[in-house]
């Protein structure tokens, strides 16, 4: 999990480092209520989870918050006037956590992975807002850790269908590179972080 962060890093630091170098390019500038996701557009965000009741009970310890990965790219724009846009895409997080109490305990793992589609209006110039719904699958996973009675020692996992519906907004500090807040309802209530778009 740790290589996996890191090159997640990695590929947005470079991604930034291009989308500086754009941005410095000549270019016609937009009008003051024009939208900041139009067709054609792709946005990748990575981003951190908060809140929320998944292993939030005593015990648990060495919490990994959820890390996501998501994609979007604009399949229409102008749907109702110059300022709204429609995007599809799709979305990876991961979290997991420990439960142990004197030497012994479980460890368990949260994969999502899902599509998604968002209605995106541009009230405020350099800033996306927009609301949309999750479909997904949720996988599962736990195994033993320390020493235990053999009666206890198991591992399992499961999954199942989820949704989740989300509001949240970008805010462009470049015309490629920006900031980003989710709330809603899914694995965590607060999602933050950072988008490129090209």
């Not at 290589?3 to 003051?32: D, E, H, W, Y």
């Not at 020493?147 to 015309?175: I, K, N």
Request: with cysteine.
């Amino acid at each position: 999990m740790k290589n996996i962060c890191i090159t997640l890093v990695f590929v947005f630091l470079s991604s930034f480092a291009q989308g500086q170098t754009r941005s410095m390019s000549v270019s016609t500038p937009k009008s003051q209520n024009e939208s900041t996701f139009l067709k054609g557009d792709n946005v990748v965000a990575l981003g951190l989870g908060l809140g929320g009741t998944l292993y939030s009970g005593s015990g648990y310890s060495s919490k990994i918050p959820l890390i996501s990965l998501s994609y979007e790219r604009c399949v229409k724009d102008r749907l109702f006037d110059d300022k709204s846009s429609l995007g599809i895409g799709g979305i990876v997080g991961y979290t997991s956590s420990k439960w142990e109490y004197e030497g012994y305990g479980w460890k368990y793992s949260d994969i999502v992975i899902g599509v998604r589609g968002a209605l995106h209006y541009a009230f405020v110039n350099k800033l996306d807002t927009y609301t949309g719904l999750m479909l997904g699958y949720d996988i599962l996973s736990s195994k033993t850790i320390g020493e235990m009675h053999s009666e206890w020692d198991y591992s399992a996992s499961t999954g199942g269908f989820v949704w989740a519906w989300y509001l949240g907004a970008r805010y462009y500090f470049t015309d490629s590179f920006a900031g980003f807040a989710e709330l809603g309802y899914g694995v965590s209530i607060i999602n933050l972080g950072v988008a490129m778009k090209f």
